[in-house]
């Protein structure tokens, strides 16, 4: 296993590279130019600019220099996380990106906690009491979370939460480890609404991963030995079922790290989702290229470690 994922760290570097290079080129071809946004600021004109004005704005950014000498200087000083400074706060980046990262994967982790623990559920019982009133259900209520927007879902949480219970959760982002009775009062909301969401296809995959395993040969052979349904679901069924539930389960924890841009607005949470769009709005380029990296090598560690927990799963499974 070792050697295995030594092998697959390496094949991080050139879908990394790749990954640098697209972003990069995206960026610097986007219509508009920067430095005449630096001088006319947000929601101002550059009218009054002159070209000398912009030339200098340009030459502190280094936008004056060469392409594949700004693509260098970028990535070699990623490597050694100093990705340079934001265009508009001119702090570091990674100092800018680490206040959002706890937040945002606080998000992510309680969301794929929220996720889980009703699509497992949901999914086996519909299995095993396919076609009844309690298959139907939950089938009816994961479809519901399939098609309602998260933003939808968002505002309807926080009306109930303000016009049932009279309250609000708390405004103003707060650390968990600052104050984690009150963090938590701030990001269950956000969590269970996208919890719900992607439960959905959790719970339906589940569901059709169940149906599957048990009509295999073994699973019968379970049943005749007259094993009680607990001790055939949990100790036969189950470890089979989850391969393909760890796979969706990890395409979506990947996907939360910048896909919670929506939640993050509705909950007033400053997380890397809602930084990305106001980087990309204001052409940041140091902030969007570094955020989309730092979204890829999340993505490539989250795949390793589903590709891992096959392992642990089903023993038939080798890496070699």
Known sequence: MRLYVIRRLLQFVPVMIAVSIIIFAIMRVLPGDVASLVISGP???AAGATPADIERVRKELGLDRPLPEQYLTWISGFVRLDAGNSIWTHSPVFDEISRRL???????????LFSLLFALPAGILSAMRQDTWVDYFFRFFSVGGLTLPTFWTGTLVILALVLVFRWIPPIGFVNFW???????????????VLGYYFSAVVSRMTRSSMLEVLRQDYVRTA??????EKVVV???AMANALLPVITISGMQFGQLL????????????PGMGSQLID???FRDYPIVQTVILIMSLWFLVVNLVVDLLYGLLDPRIRYS
């Open 43 to 45: 929601g101002g004109t």
């Open 258 to 269: 910048g896909g919670t841009v929506v939640t993050e607005t509705i909950f007033s949470l």
């Open 223 to 228: 049943w005749a030995k007259g094993l009680k």
């Open 279 to 281: 980087a990309l709005v």
């Open 102 to 112: 706890p937040l945002t994967l606080e998000l992510a982790v309680l969301t794929l």
């Open 178 to 192: 600052e104050d984690p009775f009150k963090n938590l009062q701030q990001m269950v909301w956000p969590a269970a």
């Open 234 to 236: 949990m100790r036969h």
